[in-house]
C-alpha cells in the first residue's frame, strides 16, 4: 500500500527544510569567511571555507544516502511476497536490477563512509592549504549554526 504511494521522483515531507539547511551551511561558512578576511586572516578564510563545504558535503551525502535507504525500501515493499528484485517490468513496475544497482551502491557508500571522507577531506586541507585544524572544525560548525536557523525558521514561519 505504502509502496504504491510512493513515488520515487517525488519529495519527501520536508524537503523544502533540507534544501534551506544546504544554502544555509554555505552562506554561513562562506560569511565565516568574509569576516575572517575582514581581519587579515586569509589561512582561517581557507579554514572555514573548507570546513562549511565539507560540513555540505557531508550534509548532501546523508540526505543522499537516507533518500536511496527510503527509495530502496518503497521498492521493496511494493513488490509481492516471492519476487525477487531483478524482475523485468511486471504490472507497471520499473525493473530494479544492475542499472539501478551502481548508482546506489555509491550512494550507499557515501552514507556509511562519509566520515571517513570527510575526515580525509580535512586532512588534505590541513596538509595541503596550511590552515589551522581549528578553523576547519569551526567551518564544520556552519552545518550546527545552519540547522538551528532552519529550526528557528520553521518555528516562526511554519512551511
Known amino acids: 500500500m505504502i509502496g504504491q504511494l510512493y513515488k520515487p ?38 579554514g572555514l571555507a573548507g570546513g562549511a563545504v565539507l560540513g555540505w558535503l557531508n550534509f548532501r551525502w546523508l540526505r543522499r544516502g537516507i533518500r536511496a535507504l527510503i527509495t530502496a525500501a518503497m521498492v521493496q515493499a511494493s513488490q509481492p511476497q516471492g519476487q525477487d528484485a531483478v524482475a523485468g517490468t511486471e504490472a507497471g513496475r520499473p525493473a530494479t536490477g544492475a ?56 518555528v516562526v514561519k511554519p512551511g
Do not use: N
Not at 544555509?24 to 582561517?44: C, E, S
Not at 557515501?110 to 596538509?127: D, P, Q
Not at 595541503?128 to 538551528?148: E, K, N, Q, R, T
Open 9 to 46: 521522483d517525488a519529495d519527501l515531507p520536508g524537503e523544502q527544510v533540507l534544501h534551506r539547511i544546504a544554502a544555509l551551511t554555505l552562506i554561513v561558512g562562506f560569511a565565516a569567511a568574509a569576516v575572517a578576511l575582514a581581519l587579515r586572516r586569509p589561512d582561517w578564510a581557507k
Open 99 to 154: 542499472k539501478s544497482a551502481a548508482p546506489q551502491l555509491g550512494t550507499f557508500f557515501a552514507l556509511i563512509f562519509r566520515y571517513a571522507l570527510v575526515a580525509c577531506g580535512a586532512y588534505v586541507i590541513f596538509i595541503y592549504l596550511h590552515v589551522p585544524l581549528v578553523s576547519i572544525g569551526l567551518g564544520l560548525c556552519a552545518l550546527i549554526a545552519a540547522i538551528m536557523m532552519a529550526s528557528v525558521w520553521e
